[in-house]
């Protein structure tokens, strides 16, 4: 069964770059078909996706995040990673990754605080 | 973009209660819909896939229907282990997802 869990740093300040990565375990993130995502939650508020990466290594992003978005897969550590730019303290929240294409598997999710 | 309305935003009922929850999307989705459950401090869990599919081990008290733009999730005898909040969540379009609102539940 597949396992994701979120790692990086848990304060950034503003106008740096935020950056995450999430190890799978239980299978291959070069596995076909698989669509795998990053989606954030800032405190109190709902659910907004951010992006997501095919296996293949397309991309596919947020409009709304686009200009500051990358994610990337590196399939010889069985990761995948998200790095946001220019953060302000709106881009304070728990950040989650997940497979897309099983709506079963998130990670714990990680508290991202953008604060001097 | 797909959007979803989802509501209501927060509802309060008594246990035992029937609990009704909407979500509309801004075009038709078929029904690749999926219902969450999230608890605080807690990542969200799949109830319902593809609109009305329960998930392996969710008990049958919660209940998913309907098609196109027009969605229902339903919990048929609200439990005190039930207060969470609820999203409903497009996969139309995959990768791109989209979630409702969410729908805080709390007991009256």
């Known amino acids: 069964q597949l396992q994701l869990q979120e790692s990086g740093p848990g304060l950034v300040k503003p106008s740096e770059t935020l950056s995450l990565t999430c190890t799978v375990s239980g299978g291959s993130i070069s596995s076909s078909s698989y669509y795998w995502g990053w989606i954030r939650q800032p405190p109190g508020k709902g659910l907004e996706w951010i992006g997501s990466i095919y296996y293949s290594g397309s991309t596919y992003y947020n409009p709304s995040l686009k200009s500051r978005v990358t994610i990337s897969v590196d399939t010889s550590k069985n990761q995948f990673s998200l790095k946001l730019s220019s953060v302000t303290a709106a881009d304070t929240a728990v950040y989650y990754c997940?497979?897309?294409?099983?709506?079963?598997?998130w990670g714990q999710g990680t508290l991202v605080t953008v604060s001097s | 973009d797909i959007q979803m309305t989802q509501s209501p935003s927060s509802l309060s009922a008594s246990v035992g209660d029937r609990v009704t929850i909407t979500c509309q999307a801004s075009?038709?989705?078929?029904?690749?819909l999926n219902w969450y459950q999230q608890k605080p401090g807690k990542a969200p869990k799949l109830l319902i896939y593809?609109?009305?599919n329960l998930e392996t081990g969710v008990p049958s008290r919660f209940s998913g229907s309907g098609s196109g733009t027009d969605f229902t999730f339903t919990i048929s005898s609200l439990q005190p282990e039930d207060i969470a909040t609820y999203y409903c969540?497009?996969?139309?379009?995959?990768?791109?997802?989209?979630f409702g609102g969410g729908t805080k539940v709390e007991i009256k």
């Open positions: 997940a497979s897309e294409s099983d709506p079963t598997c």
């Open positions: 969540q497009q996969y139309d379009n995959l990768p791109a997802l989209t």
């Open positions: 075009q038709d989705i078929s029904n690749y």
């Open positions: 593809d609109a009305s």
